[in-house]
């Protein structure tokens, strides 16, 4: 079974995933890191629906039905913000910061 | 022999997914990701998920990461320039929020599963046998699941009208 070593290995991916997003400043590969969590949590799913039926690989359907509408809004936002600011970067977009 | 080549592709995705968060280029985190999601399909397919595996390179490796890429290059973000990485200070703090999560999710390794909910082992594979490998998921898809489906299809249409508002410069 491959149970265990499944579970162990989203648990490092998400991880991952959460570092990038912790450790990175541009808009785009923070995106790309919140991808990486959401293929992780898929992972898990996989894993479970084999000991636990079918209905796991249909909610990695739904998963990746969600992801890419997410994609697809989040980077138009990223596109119509870099067109406000001319950057990308997180440090740039502080209007509601104080000062 | 199936754990060996288990880590083997899992030995793969987790050096590409730490190269995809720590290299500068945007385009080259993308395309590290692109090997992560090739290596979780490989996984997908040796967890006796064939058609999750074909829709992970299908969906994610050839569209969505095709739109990161494409945004990336629309915003000529592929130029060298200073590093979007934080500095020591944010980098320990991510790091030590990292390592106190990978520590809450390792009780994870030791799942053992109530064998009253389980299924008999090698049913999936008995199913997948019977009805064919997309059958065994196109079932559940248009039978139990037939609304969360039809309200995917609602969410999608939401997403495509969405960025459309969004990108255009004038509507």
């Known amino acids: 079974m491959l149970l265990s070593p499944a579970l162990a290995f989203s648990a490092v991916l998400f991880t991952l995933g959460v570092l990038g997003v912790l450790m990175r400043r541009n808009a785009i590969v923070i995106f790309m890191c919140v991808e990486l969590m959401l293929n992780a949590v898929n992972l898990t799913f996989v894993a479970l629906a084999q000991s636990l039926g079918m209905g796991g690989q249909v909610f990695v359907f739904f998963v990746m039905a969600v992801a890419a509408a997410e994609a697809a809004v989040g980077l138009a936002i990223i596109l119509a913000v870099y067109r406000h600011k001319q950057s990308v970067s997180l440090q740039n977009m502080n209007l509601l910061k104080d000062g | ?171």
């Open chain 2, 1 to 171: 022999m199936t754990l060996t080549v288990f880590w083997f592709f899992g030995v793969i995705g987790m050096g590409s997914a730490l190269l995809c968060i720590t290299r500068k280029n945007p385009i080259a985190s993308a395309l590290w990701l692109v090997v992560t999601l090739f290596a979780l399909a490989a996984l997908f397919v040796l967890l006796d998920a064939q058609f999750i595996a074909v829709l992970q390179v299908l969906v994610y490796a050839g569209a969505i990461m095709v739109l990161f890429l494409f945004v990336i290059m629309l915003l000529n973000l592929g130029r060298p320039g200073p590093s979007d990485i934080k500095g020591p200070l944010g980098l320990g703090v991510a790091v030590l929020l990292g390592a106190a999560l990978l520590f809450l999710l390792q009780p994870l390794t030791q799942t053992t599963l109530p064998s009253a909910i389980t299924l008999p082992p090698g049913s999936v594979v008995a199913l997948q046998q019977q009805q064919g490998i997309v059958s065994s998921v196109a079932n559940p898809l248009f039978g139990a699941y037939l609304i969360p489906f039809e309200i995917a299809s609602v969410l999608l249409l939401a997403a495509i009208v969405g960025a459309v508002v969004l990108a255009k410069r004038k509507l």
